[in-house]
């Protein structure tokens, strides 16, 4: 059933007519094959995969609606490009990882799995370099959090300016909470 759902919605990315949408289809394709690799037990990897898909779609949504030349990136588009080009380099590369699988010559297993398999795939991509990784993953967040928050034109205290009291807001782009 989930690599059905990731197939489908996979598909249904060249089949809707708005980049918005198309970006919520990849993330459900996305969510789909994560809830695979959790199924294998790596629940580290699965988890991680969750997490990096869901921020990545949300941000580019969010970007796509404050950016994009249409309203919100919901303005029908078309997603294809080169169709003819792009079938047959598909259909190629199709072919050839097909015809890899039957043609390698697989190998047998030797010894067991390690008995902690997070522990085993974190030694595996980082070496000791994990606590190095943590560091920068914190780093990079505390980055785009700042970024955020020093490209906004004016402050949450903005509206009211000094008195914060005031039943009135004095609010140059008007709109807010409750009008």
Request: glycine fraction near 12%; include cysteine.
């Amino acid at each position: 059933m989930l690599s059905l759902l990731a197939l489908s919605s996979g598909v249904l990315v060249f089949v809707v007519d708005s980049m918005a949408r198309a970006t919520f289809c990849l993330l459900v394709s996305f969510l789909a094959v994560a809830a695979l690799v959790l199924m294998t037990g790596l629940a580290y990897l699965g988890i991680v995969i969750i997490l990096m898909m869901i921020i990545e779609m949300v941000i580019m949504a969010v970007f796509m609606v404050m950016f994009m030349m249409n309203p919100a990136g919901l303005m029908p588009m078309s997603m294809f490009h080169n169709t003819r080009g792009a079938a047959v380099i598909s259909g190629l590369v199709f072919t050839g990882l097909a015809a890899g699988i039957l043609a390698v010559d697989w190998p047998q297993r030797r010894g067991a799995p390690a008995p902690d398999p997070t522990v085993a795939l974190g030694e595996a991509l980082m070496g000791g370099h994990m606590l190095t990784m943590m560091t920068l993953g914190v780093t990079l967040f505390a980055t785009i959090v700042a970024t955020v928050v020093l490209s906004t034109g004016r402050g949450r205290y903005d509206r009211l300016g000094d008195d914060l009291d005031a039943e009135r807001a004095d609010d140059p782009a008007g709109g807010g909470v409750g009008r």
